[in-house]
């Protein structure tokens, strides 16, 4: 059975250039998913989780990226990241971070919280074109989607 609901991808970053960026990007990508922008950590997990502003959404529908900056206000990424991977409605959503730092601590850390991908962000406008276009490429069409639904304790591990 064909799934029906809105493919949204998720993003997460502080940085008005970087967002303005990301979204010029995967328009001229031709990528037209709706995308949804936070601006803080604290207003991604909401969004995750259907809380706030949010309220009613369901976290069960995640989306099929999270695009995901580790350096945020509020709430960092890898706190964030934690957040949704400690979830059985979330833990299985694909996360990438698209980041600037280059600390490989974070790079260890993130692939120690299950993030999915790690895409540090290129300083030129170009090369991070062609970044988002790959992401866009793998995450919206080449890659199979794990479904969007909660998951029992011991259905896919703990």
């Known amino acids: 059975m064909e799934d029906k609901r809105e493919k949204v991808i998720l993003l997460i970053e502080d940085n008005p250039d970087d967002e303005e960026l990301t979204l010029r990007a995967l328009a001229k990508c031709g990528i037209e998913n709706k995308v949804v922008v936070c601006r803080d950590g604290a207003d991604g997990l909401n969004y995750i989780f259907g809380r706030s502003k949010y309220k009613g959404r369901d976290p069960a529908d995640y989306p099929v990226i999270t695009l995901l900056d580790l350096k945020l206000p509020k709430v960092d990424g890898l706190t964030v990241l934690e ?52 992401l866009g490429v793998y995450w919206l069409l080449l890659n199979e989607s794990p479904p969007n639904r909660e998951q029992g304790p011991g259905e896919l591990g703990p």
Not at 91 to 107: C, Q
């Open 83 to 134: 957040g949704i991977r400690s979830d059985r409605r979330t833990r299985m959503m694909p996360v990438a971070i698209l980041t600037s730092s280059k600390l490989e601590e974070d790079v260890v850390r993130s692939y120690a919280l299950g993030v999915n991908s790690y895409v540090r962000k290129p300083v030129k406008s170009d090369e991070f074109i062609e970044a988002i276009r790959q």
